[in-house]
């Protein structure tokens, strides 16, 4: 299978680039999708992770001046 010719594996109607279902039959992810695909999808998984762990050290620092505060 070349990736220019690519051909869905239920109706073997001919596709162009990566689509997400078959133009013919409507068959979901006729293509697989190139390694750095998943690559970007993990790399903003991380990214998100981190984005999310930041941010409740934030939150936890913030209620801890606020009950720093609140006890003086
Ligand atoms: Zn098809």
Not at 10 to 31: I, M, N, T
Request: charged residues 20%.
């Amino acid at each position: 299978m070349s990736a220019r010719n690519r051909s869905c594996p239920r109706c073997k109607a001919p596709l162009q680039g990566y689509v997400d279902e078959c133009p013919s039959c409507g068959f979901e992810k006729p293509v697989a999708l190139p390694w750095h695909v998943y690559a970007l999808m993990a790399l903003m998984f991380v990214a998100a992770m981190w984005f999310l762990i930041d941010l409740d050290a934030i939150a936890r620092a913030i209620l801890a001046v606020r009950e720093g505060l609140g006890s003086m």
